[in-house]
């Protein structure tokens, strides 16, 4: 009686599958503790899928199919990390996430490709990402910001009654332009039936606080202004 001997192809693909299993739960591990869309399963089945495809490819066509696949499966991971990127308003939550799960199917590509050093190389990187450069983070969360070394948008807003719009959108370019801030375009929002919003967006890349300030205290005096601020919104 003969007996059974595992080919060595599927000795190869097992082994594959271990150690994408193995790394997968390391980095799945790390964003479970952390409460994240994406944990330990989820982390785990998009490195194992990633090196099965890739294992697959390989098993059928060699290295040309390995490749085929690679190109495929960093695709379909854009898609699914697509879906943990949630908007709340100005705020978008996931990314990290999205990103992980992608460095996550590259190990599990590199496992399936028969590399597991590079696929442990790349999960102590994404490891560390996740873990170590959290104070740095931290740290440049809690630095102080200057409005003029950030790369923002900057908005100044009088409000004013619907009749006096146009005499207030000029006087708006007047002054800002006077202050050495051009604009680059200028919107009327209506705020109902007794007020309208003319909202002014800078050129300027580097502003000074204290000099808008000034503008719109000015603006603020104005006839027919009932008020007037600017703002700043973070650059993506």
Same mark, same amino acid.
């Given at each position: ?32 503790? +952390?409460?994240? *869309? ?8 998009? =490195?194992? @899928? &990633?090196? %099965?495809?890739? #294992? !697959? ?35 978008? +939550?996931?990314? *990290? ?8 199917? =590259?190990? @599990? &590509?590199? %496992?399936?490709? #028969? !590399? ?48 006096? =719009?146009?005499? &207030? ?68």
């Amino acid at each position: 009686m003969l007996a059974f001997s595992p080919l060595p192809e599927t000795l190869n693909s097992a082994i594959s599958l271990v150690v994408a299993f193995g790394l997968g739960t390391l980095i799945g591990a790390e964003r479970q503790y +952390r409460q994240r *869309n994406a944990g330990l399963r989820t982390t785990v089945l998009v =490195a194992l @899928g &990633a090196a %099965a495809f890739v #294992d !697959l490819g390989m098993r059928l066509t060699g290295g040309d199919g390995a490749t085929r696949t690679v190109a495929y499966v960093i695709s379909g991971i854009g898609f699914l990390g697509a879906g943990v990127i949630m908007k709340e308003g100005m705020n978008v +939550r996931g990314l *990290n996430t999205a990103a992980t799960l992608w460095c996550s199917a =590259a190990v @599990g &590509a590199f %496992a399936g490709a #028969d !590399l597991p050093l590079e696929a442990c190389f790349v999960t102590a990187a994404v490891l560390a990402c996740n873990t170590l450069l959290r104070p740095l983070v931290n740290a440049i969360n809690r630095a102080p910001i200057r409005e003029d070394q950030t790369e923002a948008t900057y908005e100044v807003q009088i409000t004013t009654a619907p009749e006096a =719009a146009g005499p &207030a959108r000029d006087l708006l370019v007047e002054r800002l332009e006077a202050a050495n801030y051009p604009v680059s375009s200028v919107e009327v929002v209506e705020r109902g039936e007794e007020a309208v919003d003319v909202v002014a967006t800078l050129i300027a890349d580097a502003v000074e606080g204290e000099e808008l300030d000034a503008v719109t205290d000015e603006l603020a005096k104005a006839p027919n202004v009932r008020h007037a601020t600017w703002s700043v919104n973070a650059a993506d």
